[in-house]
């Protein structure tokens, strides 16, 4: 079974959409790591705020493909369900503060799995196989320190929030790069539209 960002690589002319959040995460990331005294209230909210951001560029990226691309309901799906959990986490502050940490991991957990498996589906075909390999191993590695972290540690906390933003940012733009059109297909897009 195909992953279903494999389906889209080089068929979307949207692919700077995934782009966008990319460049926004890694400052994000920066800046939760130079800010450890940032109260760890105004860390869930503006994760959940990040969580409602990558929803909508999830739904933006499956309403603009082509319907005849099997997985774009991936997309839709994925899209729903973060915008889904961000408002509803939003609406109590103090919950989302206990379980973030937990919910996080098992989002790392589950790209990390994904991204190993798209390494491993792609290895003949891809030259960049490697850094989906990378990614995946390293996501696994995030996921199991977010499930070990206490939620007295705010400081180690921060460090791995700060830490999963600046790697989740660059993995964003290496996908964006994957998803980018060929030339020959940029030149028939434009022909098409001529």
């Given at each position: 079974m195909k992953n279903p960002e494999q389906i889209f690589w080089g068929k979307t002319h949207y692919w700077w959409i995934l782009l966008l959040p990319g460049i926004i995460l890694i400052p994000c990331g920066c800046w939760f790591l130079f800010s450890?005294?940032?109260g760890y209230f105004t860390?869930?909210?503006i994760l959940l705020w990040m969580l409602i951001l990558i929803g909508i560029t999830q739904l933006i990226m499956a309403f603009n493909t082509s319907r005849k691309l099997h997985g774009w309901g991936w997309w839709?799906?994925?899209?729903i369900i973060d915008v889904f959990i961000g408002f509803m986490m939003l609406s109590n502050i103090g919950f989302s503060a206990m379980i973030l940490p937990y919910f996080f991991a098992f989002v790392f957990l589950y790209k990390g799995v994904g991204n190993l498996i798209s390494a491993f589906v792609s290895m003949s075909h891809r030259s960049t196989?490697?850094?989906y390999l990378i990614n995946g191993l390293l996501l696994l590695i995030l996921s199991t320190l977010f499930?070990?972290?206490p939620f007295s540690a705010m400081i180690a906390i921060d460090f791995l929030i700060g830490t999963a933003f600046i790697y989740w940012g660059i993995s964003l733009i290496f996908g964006a790069m994957d998803l980018r059109p060929e030339k020959e297909q940029e030149s028939e897009h434009k022909t098409?539209?001529?």
């Open positions: 450890p005294t940032v860390v869930t909210t839709l799906a994925g899209g196989w490697w850094l499930f070990m972290s098409d539209v001529a």
